[in-house]
């Protein structure tokens, strides 16, 4: 079975610093794809990010980039210029392409972003 | 286009009361994911629907718990008999899973209490 693993239940960051959040994935698949979500206290849930294992170029979108080391199955997601409403839960995930059968969420990182 | 809508957004039950809980997933998704999320915890796996094919039940806590989807479409999470630990936000997603996109999209949640 597919794992994720997210080592830091919480970090916190200052206002226009960059932070990395840490996510490592165990599997056996050579195809998959990989997502970061984020949930602010609002509670919605949205996409941030997503990789597709078969790309080796890191995915990027806005001030999040992430970092994609398929051989140490680690997917980190990398936040510049950090602002006020980055403050949220994030989760990593990870799905085999398999219609979406095993789909698998990390336990999250609590971020906080300080004034 | 409309996003994953859920209702209620709020549930306060009795302990030992039924209660029904509905999700409309985005139109042509034909994947449909159940999780529950405790306070400040991360996302427990219930039940996940794709296409005609028969659910994945393995995340259900116990045999209160159903769901159904009707028509490839809508579906609804029924919890019978409810007790105070059932109290928790029941989050829907809906995704394409069709082999090049497998991002889930959440709907707003369900936050139940029960008293």
């Known amino acids: 079975a597919q794992t994720v693993t997210q080592s830091q239940p919480e970090m916190s960051v200052q206002e226009a610093e960059t932070v990395t959040l840490s996510c490592t994935y165990d599997?056996?698949?050579?195809?998959?794809?990989l997502f970061w979500y984020k949930q602010p206290p609002s509670r919605q849930m949205i996409l941030v990010i997503r990789?597709?294992?078969?790309?080796?170029q890191n995915a990027t979108e806005n001030r999040f980039s992430v970092n994609f080391q398929k051989a140490a199955k680690s997917f980190s997601l990398k936040i510049s210029d950090s602002q006020l409403g980055d403050t949220a839960m994030y989760f990593c995930?990870?799905?085999?392409?398999?219609?979406?059968?095993?789909?698998?969420f990390g336990p999250g990182t609590r971020l906080s972003v300080l004034p | 286009g409309a996003g994953v809508s859920q209702s209620p957004s709020n549930k306060v039950t009795e302990k030992g009361k039924d209660v029904e809980l509905r999700c409309d997933p985005i139109?042509?998704?034909?994947?449909l994911y159940w999780y529950r999320q405790s306070l400040g915890q991360g996302l427990e796996f219930l039940i996940y629907f794709q296409g005609n094919s028969a659910p994945d039940k393995s995340g259900l806590p116990s045999d209160r718990f159903s769901a159904e989807r009707t028509g490839g479409s809508v579906s609804t999470l029924t919890i019978q008999r409810t007790q105070q630990e059932d109290s928790a936000v029941y989050l829907c997603a809906s995704s394409l899973a069709n082999g090049i996109n497998y991002e889930q999209y959440f709907g707003p949640g369900t936050r139940l209490t029960v008293t």
């Open positions: 139109s042509g998704h034909t994947a």
């Open positions: 990789q597709e294992a078969y790309k080796q």
């Open positions: 599997t056996s698949e050579n195809n998959y794809y």
């Open positions: 995930a990870f799905t085999l392409d398999n219609y979406g059968q095993n789909f698998v």
